[in-house]
């Protein structure tokens, strides 16, 4: 009868064990770099605030490096519910939601602080709402950081030194404008093929922020890098719609919270690779330029403002530049 008994107990607890096992859903999070990047702490702190939150009913699963696309198909999948959350740029969001292209102005936001205070307020909150009309859901505006220029040819300290280098941007018709006034030749195309187009020599460059460019081990095929800092380039947490409409108000709060963790693990490795990567990037051989015209870079880079104000006006850039 003891054994009976102890046979039933075991039985109940592998059958509550089981159940629990299939109860837990997973959460697949998406992103174009590196495991080991910035994205890759945002993701990564995401997963564990959402089963900290949830019990274990959410478990997560990181898909980095393009694994699921370049930034586009990724939040294509979102829309289509194939992929959870993406952590992406901001440059393709334009694609979608062209309201975000003003966060994408060459030489709008004047440092880190302006532009964290601006995402985390209410410009921020007010283009979340817009990305959510879109069908696709914003939960929380992430970082990539100020964009920088590496190529293989030379060093560049004003525009003149762009002239007719073929440089690899995103598909976003604001950067390739601001790239085109400088005589660049810009070559818009997915993340995941930038770095065989570098070592292949189908593009001279691209532009990055320094936590990218560490992470993508972009030395490897790139020589010169210029601290221009033309763009501070916003990331963001997006969702399926489809994934959140089918969760609780309760299971949505969790998913919010998870992507505030996200944004904080991934703004803390922008702010070390800020502090380290420039001597990480000269021990690894590239030849940086430090001191860049950087008001020659903006007055070329004026004209590109013209595709956001004659559709949507100057009003957001006025209340961006506002933020104190």
Same mark, same amino acid.
Request: no cysteine.
């Given at each position: 009868?003891?054994?009976?008994?102890?046979? #039933?107990?075991?039985?109940?607890?592998?059958?509550?064990? @089981?159940?629990? @096992?299939?109860?837990?859903?997973?959460?697949? $999070?998406?992103? @174009?770099?590196?495991? *080991?990047?910035? !994205?890759?702490?945002?993701? %990564?702190?995401?997963?564990?605030?959402?089963?900290?939150?949830?019990?274990?009913?959410?478990?997560?699963?990181?898909?980095?490096?393009?694994?699921?696309?370049?930034?586009?198909?990724?939040?294509?999948?979102? *829309?289509?519910?194939?992929?959870?959350?993406?952590?992406?740029?901001?440059?393709?969001?334009?694609?979608?939601?062209?309201?975000?292209?003003?966060?994408?102005?060459?030489? &709008?936001?004047?440092? !880190?602080?302006?532009?964290?205070?601006? =995402?985390?307020?209410?410009?921020?909150?007010? &283009?979340?709402?817009?990305?959510?009309?879109?069908?696709?859901?914003?939960?929380?505006?992430?970082?990539?950081?100020? %964009?920088?220029?590496?190529?293989?040819?030379? @060093?560049?300290?004003?525009?003149?030194?762009?002239?007719? =280098?073929?440089?690899?941007?995103?598909?976003?018709?604001?950067? #390739?404008?601001?790239?085109?006034?400088?005589?660049?030749?810009?070559?818009? #195309?997915?993340?995941?093929?930038?770095?065989?187009?570098?070592?292949?020599?189908?593009?001279?460059? *691209?532009?990055?922020?320094?936590?990218?460019?560490?992470?993508?081990?972009?030395?490897?095929?790139?020589?010169?890098?210029? &601290?221009?800092?033309?763009? !501070?380039?916003?990331?963001?947490? &997006?969702?399926?719609?489809?994934?959140?409409?089918?969760?609780?108000?309760?299971?949505?709060?969790?998913?919010?919270?998870?992507?505030?963790?996200?944004?904080?693990?991934?703004?803390?490795? $922008?702010?070390?690779?800020?502090?380290?990567? $420039?001597?990480?990037?000269?021990?690894?051989?590239?030849?940086?330029?430090?001191?860049?015209?950087?008001?020659?870079?903006?007055?070329?880079?004026?004209?590109?403002?013209?595709? !956001?104000?004659?559709?949507?006006?100057?009003?957001?850039?006025?209340?961006?530049?506002?933020?104190?």
């Amino acid at each position: 009868m003891f054994h009976f008994r102890n046979l #039933m107990i075991a039985a109940s607890a592998l059958a509550l064990t @089981a159940g629990a @096992a299939q109860a837990q859903e997973v959460i697949t $999070v998406a992103h @174009a770099i590196s495991a *080991q990047s910035h !994205y890759g702490a945002g993701a %990564r702190a995401f997963i564990a605030k959402l089963e900290e939150l949830s019990g274990g009913k959410y478990t997560g699963k990181e898909a980095p490096a393009g694994t699921l696309g370049g930034e586009r198909d990724m939040i294509e999948g979102l *829309q289509i519910g194939s992929i959870d959350v993406v952590i992406t740029s901001s440059g393709p969001l334009g694609n979608f939601v062209p309201e975000v292209y003003a966060l994408d102005l060459p030489f &709008l936001f004047r440092d !880190y602080a302006h532009a964290r205070k601006t =995402l985390d307020g209410e410009v921020g909150q007010e &283009l979340l709402a817009k990305i959510s009309e879109n069908n696709l859901v914003g939960l929380a505006w992430s970082e990539n950081g100020f %964009r920088h220029i590496t190529n293989s040819k030379n @060093a560049i300290a004003g525009p003149d030194d762009l002239k007719g =280098l073929k440089v690899r941007t995103m598909e976003n018709k604001v950067h #390739m404008k601001a790239f085109t006034d400088m005589g660049a030749a810009p070559t818009p #195309m997915a993340f995941p093929e930038v770095f065989a187009a570098l070592q292949q020599g189908v593009v001279d460059g *691209q532009e990055n922020p320094i936590p990218v460019i560490t992470a993508s081990k972009f030395w490897e095929v790139q020589k010169h890098i210029s &601290l221009t800092g033309h763009v !501070y380039s916003p990331a963001i947490v &997006l969702a399926s719609p489809i994934r959140m409409d089918a969760l609780s108000e309760e299971e949505r709060g969790w998913f919010m919270e998870a992507a505030k963790a996200s944004v904080a693990a991934t703004r803390a490795e $922008v702010d070390k690779q800020e502090r380290e990567g $420039v001597q990480l990037m000269k021990d690894n051989g590239m030849e940086v330029t430090m001191t860049v015209d950087k008001e020659a870079f903006a007055k070329i880079a004026e004209p590109s403002y013209e595709i !956001y104000t004659s559709q949507y006006g100057p009003e957001m850039i006025e209340r961006i530049r506002a933020v104190q």
